[in-house]
């Protein structure tokens, strides 16, 4: 078998590829009209939403039928909205608030937006099952513990975003919430048997190939039970066995970003993409470490040598390419019918009613007091302690959180600290309880339970001040700290400004 122009484009795609800038480079234009059948934004990639809609104009006048994937899962995982922060919760938000009505709604929204701005698939949501609470990547981004909650909610998301046109995907396949690795750095565990892998984990996922999620996408985990050899991305029992077979799924198969250390680590980005379509998988994202042409042409190449050479059929690589194009002629239609019925505001539809996603915020606080001596509003502007940890790869680390600066507008001549690891020393806490003397004191954590050195500043700030307002802006841990303990539920930016509405006694709805 040669390189031939049919195999070159086959493998073109199947490939996804990320890129640098806000506006298209010339290498991707013309792979574009090559034969590029998708390409992946990153928060690099955007400024504004009508310069994401004029970029994504200029993608379709190479390929009018691209498909142009985003990471926008709301909350704490957003791309669009990186810059000031998510104006809608996360996942554990919209779980606590258990109305699937309300989740369905939120998608619906935000699918609206990613539809006006050219985006017609979003992998999203996290169908994981949060099992283990001290799980490193998914906390927050999954709707819970409880798999019947996460299924219903699942098939709500994904209803709602699909109905904005815009393709969902349910990720990380076959569940990454009962894991204490993060898979950018390496190989997640997953050590349940079968049984309780189909009782638990599998439960949202069938329910979302029920639902008719569009995509599915992948985690690079080692799931014992179906594979003891290879990671879920690389494994045919996972990807055909189950998936395809057992569950019945039909769409496109994508992977989690080829470049992460779990499966790029043992095999290249080449060795594991060519994996990884044998294995079922029909696209390959890549791009959030490894953007540009050099890498795109790499994995095609990649998976033209493994055709030529006998290691990848051209009959699965053919199969990958034709659900990547039906899937791509679905969202041509999908997005059009969609935006056409639209209502153009974006707003909940509600006259006088916040909108959908402080809404979802404000239901989704939870209020703990052991001390009627604290009262809301605040008597005087409050001094805020926020507690920041370090956030894995898939959160910006840029992306605007916390109280501070919400409360600040409400009650101006509020003043803030925010510690890390390495800054929160007893002199540092000392300085913070001289900054709040004689005023309220405010603590922000945010997973207290997973990080030592915040359980140990909570401590020591307590012990000086029993009359301070604990608000926890990750996985809840303890309710029983502080004068008055606030569960956001969520650490995204309208769940701050929840938080501060609450501390301000503002109870407007704008």
Same mark, same amino acid.
């Given at each position: 078998?040669?390189r031939?122009?049919e195999?070159?484009r086959l493998a073109e795609?199947?490939?996804?590829p990320g890129?640098?800038?806000?506006?298209?480079?010339?290498?991707?234009?013309?792979?574009l009209g090559?034969?590029l059948?998708?390409?992946?934004?990153?928060?690099?990639?955007?400024a504004?939403?009508?310069q994401? !809609?004029?970029?994504t104009?200029a993608l379709?006048?190479e390929?009018p039928?691209?498909l142009v994937g985003?990471d926008?899962?709301?909350?704490e995982?957003?791309?669009?909205?990186a +810059?000031?922060?998510?104006?809608r919760?996360?996942?554990?938000?919209?779980?606590?608030v258990?109305d699937t009505?309300l989740t369905?709604e939120?998608?619906a929204?935000?699918?609206?937006d990613?539809?006006r701005a050219g985006?017609n698939?979003?992998f999203?949501?996290?169908a994981?099952v949060?099992?283990?609470?001290d799980n490193?990547?998914?906390?927050?981004?999954?709707?819970?513990a409880?798999p019947?909650?996460?299924a219903?909610h699942t098939?709500?998301?994904?209803?709602?975003?699909?109905?904005?046109?815009?393709?969902a995907c349910a990720?990380?396949?076959p569940g990454?919430?009962d894991?204490?690795?993060?898979s950018h750095?390496g190989?997640?565990?997953v050590a349940a048997? +079968?049984?309780?892998?189909?009782?638990?984990a599998l439960r949202p996922?069938?329910a979302?190939?029920?639902?008719?999620v569009?995509t599915?996408m992948?985690?690079?985990?080692?799931?014992?039970?179906?594979?003891?050899?290879m990671?879920?991305?690389l494994?045919r029992?996972v990807?055909?066995?189950?998936?395809?077979v057992?569950?019945?799924?039909?769409?496109?198969i994508v992977?989690?970003?080829i470049?992460?250390?779990a499966?790029?680590? %043992?095999?290249?980005i080449?060795g +594991?993409?060519v994996?990884?379509v !044998?294995?079922?998988?029909d696209?390959?994202c890549?791009?959030g470490?490894?953007?540009g042409?050099?890498?795109a042409i790499?994995?095609?190449d990649?998976?033209?040598d493994a055709?030529?050479?006998g290691?990848l059929?051209e009959?699965?690589?053919?199969d990958?390419s034709r659900?990547?194009c039906?899937?791509?002629?679905?969202?041509?239609?999908a997005h059009r019918?969609?935006?056409?019925g639209?209502d @153009?505001s974006?707003?909940?539809?509600?006259p006088?009613?916040p909108?959908?996603?402080?809404d979802?915020?404000r239901r989704?606080?939870r209020?703990?007091?052991?001390?009627?001596?604290?009262?809301?509003?605040l008597?005087? %502007?409050p001094h805020v302690?926020?507690?920041?940890p370090e956030?894995?790869l898939?959160i910006?680390?840029?992306?605007?959180?916390g109280?501070?600066?919400p409360?600040?507008?409400?009650?101006?001549g509020?003043? /803030?600290t925010?510690?890390v690891?390495?800054?929160?020393?007893?002199?540092?806490?000392e300085a913070?309880l001289?900054a709040?003397?004689?005023?309220p004191?405010v603590?922000? /954590?945010?997973?207290?339970?997973?990080?030592?050195w915040?359980?140990?500043a909570?401590?020591h700030l307590l012990a000086a001040?029993?009359d301070?307002?604990v608000?926890?802006?990750?996985?809840p841990g303890r309710?029983?700290?502080?004068a008055v303990?606030i569960?956001?539920?969520g @650490?995204?930016r309208?769940?701050?400004?929840?938080?501060?509405?609450?501390?301000?006694?503002?109870?407007?709805?704008?």
């Open positions: 078998m040669k031939g122009p195999l070159l795609t199947v490939v996804f890129f640098e800038g806000k506006s298209p480079p010339d290498w991707l234009r013309r792979r090559e034969g059948a998708g390409v992946v934004l990153f928060s690099r990639n955007i504004t939403p009508s994401v !809609a004029d970029l104009a379709r006048e390929n039928q691209v985003i926008e899962e709301s909350g995982v957003t791309r669009l909205e +810059a000031g922060g998510s104006t919760p996360g996942n554990f938000a919209l779980g606590v258990d009505g369905e939120l998608a929204d935000l699918g609206r990613l539809a985006v698939l979003n999203a949501p996290s994981d949060n099992s283990n609470p490193p990547v998914i906390g927050l981004r999954s709707f819970g409880d019947d909650l996460v219903r098939a709500a998301w994904i209803r709602g975003m699909q109905s904005a046109g815009v393709a990720k990380h396949f990454h919430g894991t204490s690795v993060d750095h190989v997640p565990l048997p +079968a049984g309780a892998l189909r009782d638990v996922f069938r979302a190939v029920e639902q008719g569009r599915v992948t985690g690079h985990l080692l799931v014992s039970a179906l594979d003891p050899a990671p879920a991305t494994s029992p990807l055909h066995d189950l998936l395809r057992e569950l019945g799924f039909e769409g496109v992977t989690d970003g470049e992460m250390a499966v790029s680590g %043992p095999y290249g080449g +594991a993409s994996r990884a !044998a294995a079922g998988a696209a390959i890549v791009g470490e490894h953007a042409e050099e890498t790499g994995i095609r990649a998976i033209v055709v030529i050479e290691r059929s009959e699965r690589l053919a990958a659900r990547v039906e899937l791509a002629l679905w969202t041509t239609t019918g969609a935006l056409s639209s @153009a974006g707003a909940s539809g509600r006088g009613t909108s959908i996603g402080l979802a915020a989704a606080l209020i703990t007091r052991r001390s009627a001596a604290v009262v809301f509003p008597p005087a %502007p302690v926020e507690l920041a956030m894995n898939a910006e680390k840029d992306t605007p959180w109280v501070g600066e409360l600040g507008k409400l009650l101006p509020t003043t /803030v925010r510690l690891a390495s800054t929160a020393t007893g002199g540092a806490v913070v001289a709040a003397a004689e005023r004191l603590i922000v /954590v945010r997973d207290a339970h997973r990080h030592p915040q359980a140990d909570l401590r001040r029993a301070a307002v608000v926890e802006m990750g996985l309710s029983d700290l502080g303990h569960a956001t539920h @650490a995204a309208v769940c701050g400004q929840a938080a501060a509405e609450l501390l301000a006694g503002d109870t407007g709805t704008a």
